[in-house]
Structure formats: C-alpha cells, structure tokens
C-alpha cells in the first residue's frame, strides 16, 4: 500500500473519530433517552407500583396481609391504568393512512366500466381456421379460443352504433377497482396528528355535507331560489366569501346548465324534429347527455319501435280467456254469517258489494291481459322484421363498427 492512500486512511479515520466524540458528547444522552423512552413506558406500570407500595408506611396497625393486599391493588390498577393509556396512545399515533383519492376505501368505481361490470370492445385482428368466413360465429369461436386480439372501449366512449360487451378485464366484472394510490402501499401511518381531536373537525363534516333536499333540482329553475342554494347557502354554512368573479363564472354555469335542462324538457315530449334537438343536447353536455336516460342513441331503432308501438295499439285483443289471471279477492260469501244472509238487507249488501267486486276484477284482468297481448304481439313483431338481418349477420362478414379491418389482412391458420 503506498504511503499516500495510508495518509488518506488515517486523516479519514481521524476524522470520523472526531465526529464521532462530538456527536456523543452533545447527543449521546439525548439519543439514549429516545432509545430508552419505548421500555420506560412498558416497565412504568411496575416501576410505578413498586414506588407507590414502598412509599408507603407498612402496617399502619393493620394486618400484614391487609396491608399487602392494598399494595397488590395499587399496583393492578396502576399497570391496567398505564397500559390503557398506552394503548390509546398507540391507536391515536399508529392509524390509518390517508387518501384524497379513496378516503380510506381502498376501492372506486371503476373508470373503465363506469360501475356496470360490462364494456364495449372490438376485434383488432383474428385468425381463422382454413375455410371458415369472418362470420359472427367464426369471430365468436375464435374469440372463445384466445384467436383474436381485442380492444376495449371505455364506457366514456360512445360510437353510436351497437357493439357486442364483455366483463371489464380492468375490475374483473365487479365494477370496482382498486384505488390507485393505496395499491401495493403500507395503509398505515403514524402521527400525532388525531392525539387531539381538533374542533374544525366536525365543522368540516358539516361543510361537506350534501343535504337530501328532493325538491332542489325543480326549484333551481327559480333564479331567486338558485341564488340562494349558489351563493347565500355556502356563505352561511361554510363561510365562502366569493368574489364578484367566482360569483360570476357560478351563475354562468347555472345559465348553462339551466339551458341544457330546459331543452331536455323540449327533447322530452317527443314532438316532430327531436332528433334534431336532441342533437344540440349533445353538444351543449356531452358527457351529461352521454347518461341522460332522454337522450335516444339509436334513433332509427327508436322509430321503427315506436312506429311498432302504435300499429300494435290501433289492432284489437281477442277476449280475455275464461280461466286466465287470478286476483285475491277481500270478500266472498264467507264474510257474512248466515244470520247475517237471513236479514234482506245484509242479503241485498252482500249481492250488490259481491257484483261490484266482481266488475272491477274483471276490469283489471282485462286490462292485464290486454297489456301482456300487446307486448307479446310487440315482440313478434319486432322478430320478424329483425330476423332477415340476423340472418345476414349470421351468413355475411361482421361488418366495420365490431371489426376493425387492418391494412396487411387477417391472417388465416
């Protein structure tokens, strides 16, 4: 070893020493302290025992055994008193991890699926066997066999055309996930934080709280009463000050949406030229009029069912059968007594209360049995005008919305 690197080696040796003196003479005691804190609370409950039975004077003119048994109690009671603090303590400092993201659940919806379990997909490429046809029942045998390679739609996405669905292989067909921020992470934390529960606490629950009012979506269409539930509520409960331009930007959006609403009443009723509105519904809140149970996806397919509907309710159900549907009558002969029956007047109560029931039952039946005629004759209808397409489908090539043709083709096994 040359002299230089033992130069080095001393000079670097000497002054870790150095260090090490320094450190221990100004921190050591504090080191062992924190050290030595964790033992002195688990052996406190006997050394404060002991202390407390040796304090005291022996005796007093009273039995030993007195005497000793009064020490044994002080000294139960001060160590299930130390380790309940202990314990306490521990619960308040070792707790629970926090996540803005979950709020502790560990789960969330699923973003892919948005909670129903099923999404969209489309077939990217698939192989087939020699001589079969880019079917559907080709396309479905290969899709079985792991012979084709799909894509997932998010439920965000929407084509406007009809494609086939399949459990979410993001939450597994459960429509929740894991959070992304608690995965794979230690969910506990510590802190001494909750040792104290500050007094904002609960004031931040109530600032948080949704109030279940059912009537506040019909009485935001009152500018007087959306002002109120905008602006005054969040200033009274909460304590928001807004400013002239937050308040400003808050009532454009209630124009906004309030305009949404008031064209979703128009789209509503159905009247000629919807579709053509319903169109601007769209663009004024794609993502509102993606879930709007009023917004048609299928228009065609609307019409034409609608257009069903109608011939349907114009034809004439054949008459009720005789021994079809049965209702759980209140009367019958059997409520009144036969004393009753021997007077002409509850005998002419029972006759006239016994047709009357009657009558309505009849009513109710037939119009139960119109219904479930018309609905099934809705049905059959409905199969026979879509079966000659099924029947295409089922010969012919799937066509472009379910499968995405490639520039280089399929390649066939």
């Known amino acids: 070893m040359s002299r230089g690197t033992e130069r080095l080696i001393k000079s670097v040796k000497q002054f870790a020493d150095n260090q090490y003196k320094f450190f221990s003479t100004r921190y050591g005691q504090q080191v062992i ?3 030595e804190f964790p033992i002195k609370v688990v052996l406190s409950p006997f050394t404060l025992a002991f202390d407390i039975a040796g304090s005291a004077p022996r005796g007093f003119g009273i039995p030993e055994f007195i005497s000793k048994l009064s020490h044994t109690s002080v000294f139960a009671i001060a160590a299930l008193g130390t380790y309940d603090i202990a314990l306490e303590l521990g619960k308040k400092v070792i707790c629970q991890r926090n996540c803005r993201t979950c709020t502790g659940w560990q789960a969330l919806r699923c973003t892919m699926c948005k909670g129903s379990g099923k999404v969209h ?5 698939y192989s087939l066997r020699s001589g079969e046809k880019a079917t559907a029942e080709c396309v479905a045998d290969a899709i079985a066999d792991n012979r084709a390679e799909l894509v997932h739609l998010p439920s965000t996405i929407d084509l406007n055309t009809p494609l086939p669905s399949k459990e979410c292989p993001t939450c597994d067909g459960t429509g929740v ?3 992304p921020e608690c995965k794979h992470k230690l969910q506990v934390r510590i802190s001494a934080d909750d040792i104290m529960e500050p007094p904002w606490k609960a004031y ?4 948080k709280m949704d109030y279940p009012y059912e009537h506040i979506v019909h009485s935001m269409k009152d500018p007087s009463i959306a002002t109120f ?8 409960v909460g304590g928001f000050d807004y400013d002239d331009d937050v308040k400003q930007k808050i009532w454009w959006q209630y124009k906004e949406s309030m305009r949404y609403d008031q064209l979703r009443e128009v789209v509503a009723k159905r009247n000629p030229g919807w579709e053509h509105l319903q169109e601007a519904l769209i663009a004024l809140d794609p993502v509102r009029a993606r879930d709007d149970s009023v917004v048609v996806k299928n228009i065609p397919y609307y019409k034409a069912k609608k257009a069903l509907e109608a011939e349907v309710m114009q034809l004439d159900p054949p008459p009720r059968p005789q021994n079809w549907g049965n209702l ?5 002969v059997s409520s009144w007594s036969e004393d009753d029956l021997k007077d002409p007047a509850k005998l002419y109560e029972m006759t006239v209360l016994l047709n009357a029931q009657r009558e309505i039952a009849d009513k109710l039946l037939d119009a139960q049995w119109e219904t479930k005629w018309r609905q099934e004759k809705l049905n059959e209808m409905l199969e026979e005008k879509v079966r000659p397409y099924i029947q295409n489908i089922e010969n012919g090539v799937l066509p472009q919305p379910i499968v995405i043709q490639s520039q280089n083709g399929n390649q066939k096994a």
């Open 177 to 179: 996930m894991h959070c």
């Open 204 to 207: 931040n629950i109530l600032r």
């Open 328 to 332: 759980d009558l209140p009367l019958n």
């Open 229 to 236: 539930w905008l602006l005054t509520l969040p200033q009274i």
């Open 121 to 125: 997909y489309q077939v990217k490429a």
């Open 33 to 35: 302290d924190i050290l």
